[in-house]
Structures are given as structure tokens and as C-alpha cells.
């Protein structure tokens, strides 16, 4: 059973860059049909997608992100990671990370980690 | 940009049948999908494919997708299934999620 966990800070200031690594285990991150995605969910909010990422390096970000969001993945460690740049206190939220399905005509989130609470304050 | 619309809440008396609408300009013609989320829990897939239920989902859980609208149906539904449930679509190279909608069960 595939299993991922967030791991990063929990308190970043404003302007800064946040970081977080998500760790696969029980499965493959070189696994060809699926993808490796970031999603956020504010508080008390829905769900937002980031992005996510192939191993062979191909990515999608969310366009009301793109700028900000650069997605990498680092297969000899089975994780992937997520660096948000210039966050203000709009990035707080709690971050998921995900196992995606590509059926060539559209994706869906088959596993999720337990998600990791990022909190923007000076 | 593409948008999908869910109703903020549906009410629903255990052991009856409660409907979830998704709706967007021929959605239909996508793939929706739906997810389950508990107060504290990271969101589950219940519904791929419009129609295919991952294994460990009960089988009172379904879906359907034609026209502008993807419906989740829970038959039979138990307190266990009071949640929010987010539908999913893919579009333009872009990850669509309906707001979500809290399902009440009593």
C-alpha cells in the first residue's frame, strides 16, 4: 500500500520561500502512468491544486500559481518536492501531497498524504 | 476559465438515498471524479472515471456523468458518510475542483 508523507516547515515568514518534500513509500515514483502532484486546502476551505510532476520531469501547474510553484523530484530518494516562493499570509493552508492517475484523457488523486499545515507570519 | 458547481450542502435521513450534483459547461463530455473528506482527514477517492469505485469503497457509493452533470450517489446512506465531497474534472491542461459540498446525515 503507498504511503507519502509531508515534511517542511510549519511556520515560514512572509516573503520567503517554503519548501516541502513529500517521501514515497510502498511504491515507485518511477512508476510510468502516474504523476506526483501538491494540493492545498486553506482553512475551513476547498481544495486547490498546485501541480504535479513525472518523473520523467514533465509538469502542470495551476495557472493562478505558475509563477510562483517550481515542482522537482528526486528518484533515487522516492520523494518529490514543492518550492513556493514570495508566500504572504494567503499561502497559509494545509498542504497535501498525491499519488496521480494519467488516463491520457484526464487525471484524478488516487492516495494522498496526511497533509502538512504551513502557517505565513512574521 | 472552466468552472464546476456544487450545492454547499444536501441533507440526507439515514438509510436513504443522498444525490451530490456536479455541474459544468459538458462535463459529460469529461472525466469527473469525486472525493470524501472528514473533519481532520486528508481527502479520499471515492468515485474515477465517473462511474468506477476504488477498491475498499462500498458499493453504496456511484457515480454518473452525462450532460453538464456528474452526479455522486449514496445509497443507503450511514452516519458514517456525513462529509464534505469534492467532484474533480480535468480541463485545458488544468485541474478543476468543485467547491464541495457538506453532506448531512440525519
Known amino acids: 500500500q503507498v504511503q507519502l508523507q509531508e515534511s517542511g516547515p510549519g511556520l515560514v515568514k512572509p516573503s520567503q520561500t517554503v519548501s516541502l518534500t513529500c517521501t514515497v513509500s510502498?511504491?515507485?515514483?518511477?512508476?510510468?502512468?502516474?504523476?506526483w502532484a501538491w494540493l492545498r486546502q486553506h482553512p475551513g476551505k476547498g481544495l486547490e491544486w498546485i501541480g504535479f510532476?513525472?518523473?520523467?520531469?514533465?509538469?502542470y501547474y495551476s495557472p493562478s500559481l505558475k509563477s510562483r510553484v517550481t515542482l522537482s523530484v528526486d528518484t533515487s530518494e522516492n520523494q518529490f518536492s514543492l518550492d513556493l516562493n514570495s508566500v504572504s499570509a494567503a499561502d497559509t493552508a494545509v498542504y497535501f501531497c498525491?499519488?496521480?492517475?494519467?488516463?491520457?484523457?484526464?487525471?484524478?488523486?488516487?492516495?494522498w498524504g496526511r497533509g502538512t499545515l504551513v502557517t505565513v507570519s512574521s | 476559465s472552466y468552472e464546476v458547481t456544487q450545492p454547499p450542502s444536501v441533507s440526507v435521513s439515514p438509510g436513504q438515498t443522498a444525490s451530490i450534483t456536479c455541474s459544468g459547461d459538458?462535463?459529460?463530455?469529461?472525466?469527473a471524479a469525486w472525493y470524501q473528506q472528514k473533519p481532520g482527514q486528508s481527502p479520499v477517492l471515492v468515485i474515477y472515471?465517473?462511474?468506477r469505485r476504488p477498491s475498499g469503497i462500498p458499493e453504496r457509493f456511484s457515480g454518473s456523468n452525462s450532460g453538464n452533470t456528474a452526479t455522486l450517489t449514496i445509497s443507503g446512506a450511514q452516519a458514517m458518510d456525513e462529509a464534505d465531497y469534492y467532484c474533480?474534472?480535468?480541463?485545458?491542461?488544468?485541474?478543476?475542483f468543485g467547491g464541495g459540498t457538506k453532506l448531512t446525515v440525519l
Open positions: 474533480q474534472a480535468w480541463e485545458s491542461n488544468t485541474v478543476i
Open positions: 510502498g511504491d515507485s515514483i518511477s512508476s510510468d502512468g502516474y504523476y
Open positions: 472515471q465517473d462511474t
Open positions: 510532476i513525472h518523473y520523467r520531469g514533465r509538469t
Open positions: 459538458k462535463l459529460g463530455k469529461k472525466y
Open positions: 498525491a499519488k496521480v492517475r494519467d488516463y491520457s484523457s484526464g487525471y484524478h488523486f488516487e492516495y
